[in-house]
C-alpha cells in the first residue's frame, strides 16, 4: 500500500513541474543568470530599460515588482519583458550573456511576469 501511494506521489510530483503549454508551445520566461557579475548585469539591465524598449515602470520603487530590491530580481524582470515584447520580432534572451531561459514561472506575490505565446 505504501508503494502506491510513493507512485502517486511522483506522478503528482511529475506534473507540477512539466512546464505548461500555451498554445501547442511551451511557456518560457527571460530571467538574469545568477552567475552573471553585478557589473554586466547592471549594464544589460540599464540597456533593456533605456535603449531596449522594456517597460521598467514596475519595478520602481513603491510598484509591484519593486521588492525584491535586488539587482537580479529587477533585471530579471526588465529581460522578460523586453523578451516577451519583442520576441516575434525576433529577439532574444540573451543580453550579452546575462540571461537565461526557464519554463518555471517567476512571479510571485503582487509581481506578475507577463507571458506573451
Known sequence: MPSRFLWLLLALLC?????????????????????????ELKMALDWACEKGGADCSKIQENQ???????????????????????KQEGATCYFNAAAIVTALDPSHNSCKFEYLP
Open 15 to 39: 506534473l507540477a513541474l512539466t512546464p505548461r503549454r500555451s498554445g501547442g508551445q511551451l511557456e518560457e520566461w527571460c530571467i538574469a543568470d545568477e552567475q552573471t557579475a553585478a557589473d
Open 64 to 86: 509591484a515588482c519593486y521588492l525584491p530590491n535586488t539587482l537580479e530580481h529587477h533585471a530579471s524582470y526588465a529581460f522578460n519583458n523586453y523578451y516577451q515584447k519583442f
